[in-house]
């Protein structure tokens, strides 16, 4: 998938968001590493807090007297937190090289428990939570190596294409729907009802007519406007869009940011639609923090947009 395939006017040239499909395979790859990465790192700050502040109590619920120790993992659980959340908005080459060192710090810390409870120096209960404890660590250890065997492979395709600073992030989304692209293609150009279903805006008002080239104007519900030009025009099938960043209020920490929406024929009057957006945050602490509220923001955001044009299409079929 390439988003897009040609650069708006006002693409800023620097962001290299116009990407052959190995390249957005690599970004994608190397996203899914990242927020891998940010997981553990939520994990890891979650319980280093509260063994850092509740050290007491969490002694006594695993059976043991070293308030000391059960403070001082958290306090090194909260130092992993903080390295890996900003490991994950450093270039890819550079994620790729330490999930590795990373992943073993997790099958570490799994062997550790596995010798805590082989000489019995916790109660059951204190069993009962570290061995839920190693196995999320675990379950992040694996996922992350075999996350980045999958980046490995697909930066081997584009060199240092993918080593981008700040990195570029790609958030896509597929669903299955029953009904035909013919019948979908109506809604998903609609620009109004994209408004409608899109929970951060108040209005999407075509500037052009629907085709190559056509320019919308968005407005979100503080009533901040920006516009974007599409980039690809596939009659039926697929659209991409370049969003112009630049204006003062514009609402995101972005530099750059893209999207495309396809519906393909899947078969038995079944279709697929795609929505696929890459971005890149600015550079500093502000963009560090928004790329993974994107990620966590924009997914459900993209799953209510697939359930409502799923709806209107349907609708609209039964109403002819």
Do not use: K
Not at 13 to 19: G, K
Not at 152 to 181: F, N
């Amino acid at each position: 998938m390439t988003i897009p395939s040609r650069p708006a006017a006002h693409a800023a040239p620097a962001t290299h968001l116009d990407a052959p499909d190995d390249l957005f395979e690599a970004r994608l790859a190397a996203t899914r590493l990242r927020n891998l990465l940010r997981l553990n790192g939520e994990f890891s700050a979650i319980t280093g807090l509260a063994a850092a502040l509740a050290g007491g109590p969490v002694a006594r619920l695993l059976g043991t007297d070293e308030v000391w120790l059960v403070r001082s993992i958290g306090v090194g659980l909260l130092g992993f937190a903080i390295g890996l959340f900003l490991l994950a908005g450093e270039r890819t080459d550079l994620v790729r090289r330490l999930a590795g060192p990373i992943s073993v710090a997790d099958l570490l810390w799994v062997a550790g428990t596995a010798g805590v409870l082989a000489l019995g120096l916790v109660s059951g209960t204190g069993a009962v939570i570290l061995v839920a404890v190693a196995a999320v660590v675990l379950a992040l250890g694996l996922a992350q190596l075999l996350a980045r065997h999958r980046l490995t492979a697909t930066t081997a395709l584009v060199g240092a294409g993918a080593d981008e600073t700040p990195p570029v992030e790609v958030v896509v989304l597929r669903r299955s729907v029953p009904l035909s692209a013919r019948q979908l293609w109506p809604v998903i150009t609609d620009h109004g009802l994209y408004a409608r279903l899109a929970l951060n805006l108040r209005s999407a008002e075509a500037l052009t007519p629907s085709g190559p080239g056509f320019v919308r104007r968005c407005t979100d519900a503080a009533g901040r406007t920006w516009s974007e030009t599409c980039t690809l025009w596939e009659e039926g099938r697929r659209f991409d869009v370049d969003v112009d960043v630049s204006p003062a209020d514009y609402p995101y920490p972005l530099q750059a940011m893209q999207g495309s929406w396809r519906v393909e024929p899947a078969g038995d009057g079944r279709s697929t639609v795609t929505m696929a957006f890459a971005f890149q945050p600015v550079e500093g602490l502000r963009g560090r923090l928004f790329a993974p509220a994107m990620h966590v923001v924009l997914r459900p955001v993209l799953a209510r947009i697939a359930r409502g044009w799923a709806h209107h299409a349907s609708s609209a079929d039964r109403g002819r």
